[in-house]
């Protein structure tokens, strides 16, 4: 036997035998009368729907104002476009809003209900039931397996940073902000314009004319890497430069300097292999030194930090001029040296850097 599924009309308009003319009338009266009974029945059934949604809604609202009923999962509901949604309660001043959606019967609500996706993440959506739509996708791929995040950590951190990069400006007669033991420092064209040689020109001309022989000045240092000119020789008095470099960095910084160096880096091939000063393994020198200053005359080279822990390396280019420093912990937590150039880059522009150790205000991290 075959069975045919039967359309909405046919629901509430049942088939009428084939008649003659003569009883059509009749028939079609008949028809009309049947299917305005259907739709008083119909409407009748649309009447109690709406009254168990007012009974669901109205339990849903008094869970809602009960603090006992506060996390818990909210009643069932259809609106008037047959949407389904939950009513999810919200421990914030929001609840009642929240849960409106999917408990009361209208199209608004169940428009706003399509905003939303219930969402089973069991690492960080456990404790948040609901989460938009992009959310999810973020986190899921299209075959529904986990995506790698671009972000690890929501939770804030008030762990102080391992290097705090700061800038200061060149017409500041004293540095005016607050140091801290973490604090590297960066100021440009203190002494002269990057293009200006005028200050390394004369430094090496003082030193050469100070009356000490160049094989005593100038001693290899750090594994032969470059030289530097020897504290131990009367080369200062003859280089009144060196000292106006320094009662600059004495004014800027109000430090009280304990010990200078003065390196030479003859070409490109010359570089200074990452170290700690002193102060890091000698407690002595950790006493009266918390702050290290490098200023740069010359050719432009990359000074470079290395963590002493990570092996990760930063790196600063200072150009002819600029004044690079840090403080205590910097120079614990990191390494710092002068960057080699690589061969096919070679030039035989020279840099000086002079170098004060001593102590500065800063606070310690």
């Not at 408990?103 to 960080?124: P, T």
Request: net charge positive; glycine share 6%; charged share 30%.
């Amino acid at each position: 036997m075959e069975v045919r599924r039967r359309n909405s009309l046919e629901r509430y308009t049942p088939k009428q035998p084939v008649t003659n003319d003569n009883n059509r009338d009749e028939q079609l009266t008949d028809q009309m009368n049947s299917i305005h009974i259907s739709d008083k029945q119909n409407e009748q059934k649309q009447q109690r729907r709406r009254a168990v949604n007012n009974h669901l809604y109205s339990s849903q609202q008094n869970r809602n104002s009960d603090p006992s009923h506060r996390g818990n999962r909210g009643g069932r509901g259809r609106g008037q476009g047959r949407g389904r949604g939950r009513g999810g309660n919200y421990n914030n001043e929001n609840d009642n809003n929240r849960n409106t959606w999917g408990s009361a019967g209208d199209n608004s609500n169940h428009e706003e209900k399509n905003k939303f996706q219930y969402v089973e993440d069991e690492k960080s959506f456990n404790n948040t039931p609901f989460k938009k739509q992009d959310n999810y996708n973020s986190h899921y791929s299209k075959n529904n397996t986990p995506r790698k995040k671009n972000t690890e950590n929501f939770k804030p951190s008030h762990k102080p940073a391992d290097m705090r990069i700061l800038t200061a400006h060149k017409d500041w007669k004293t540095y005016k902000r607050e140091m801290t033991s973490r604090d590297v420092l960066v100021v440009h064209d203190v002494f002269c314009a990057p293009d200006d040689l005028t200050i390394y020109n004369k430094l090496l001309n003082e030193i050469k004319n100070s009356g000490v022989e160049e094989l005593d000045l100038w001693q290899l240092w750090h594994g032969d890497s470059h030289v530097i000119a020897d504290d131990k020789k009367r080369w200062k008095d003859a280089c009144p430069t060196f000292h106006m470099v320094l009662d600059k960095i004495r004014d800027y910084f109000q430090m009280d300097i304990k010990a200078t160096r003065l390196n030479w880096y003859r070409d490109s091939n010359e570089w200074k292999p990452f170290h700690h000063d002193a102060a890091a393994i000698k407690p002595d020198k950790a006493k009266t030194q918390n702050f290290t200053v490098g200023v740069s005359f010359g050719a432009e080279r990359d000074a470079a930090f290395e963590h002493a822990a990570t092996k990760t390396v930063i790196s600063m280019p200072q150009p002819n001029g600029t004044i690079y420093t840090f403080g205590k912990d910097v120079n614990c937590i990191w390494r710092h040296g002068i960057l080699q150039v690589a061969p096919e880059n070679y030039h035989t522009n020279g840099r000086i850097s002079i170098i004060a150790w001593g102590w500065a205000p800063q606070t310690q991290i």
